[in-house]
Structures are given as structure tokens and as C-alpha cells.
């Protein structure tokens, strides 16, 4: 369900800081996994029960994960 291959994963030296580009993108692709994580839980609460079925997930596991926070991955 959490397909964050859009995020920047890039490492960088100990010490070093972003430049204000980088830290606007890095806060952008944070801002976009959070969005898809809320959209992703809300498409997923609003599943009927045979269809949770048929994925293997049950009401409770569902209403478990759509209240979960954005952030909270």
C-alpha cells in the first residue's frame, strides 16, 4: 500500500546542509507521501466487506489503518 518511490532517499556527508532547493523538494516529496498515505486509507475505509475479503483484510484491520494519522507510516 505505500509506494513512496518518489521520495528523494539520496545520503549525504555528516554535517553537510541542504540548500534551500533541496530542502523545498525534500518538503514537497514528504507533503506528497503524506497526501497519498491519507488518500490510500480513505479509498481503503470506504471498501465494502467483499471486497476487504477478497484482498485479505478484514473490517477491523481496515478501520485499524484508516485511523491511523498521515504521518504515521
Known amino acids: 500500500m505505500n509506494n513512496l518511490s518518489h521520495t528523494r532517499t539520496t545520503a549525504r556527508p555528516a554535517g553537510t546542509r541542504l540548500n534551500p532547493l533541496a530542502r523545498l523538494a525534500r518538503m514537497m516529496d514528504t507533503l506528497a507521501a503524506w497526501n497519498e498515505r ?36
Open 38 to 73: 491519507r488518500r490510500q486509507r480513505l479509498a481503503l475505509e470506504a471498501l465494502p466487506d467483499h471486497i476487504l475479503s477478497d484482498i485479505g483484510v478484514s473490517r477491523a484491520d481496515a478501520d485499524n489503518e484508516a485511523t491511523k494519522p498521515f504521518w504515521k507510516g
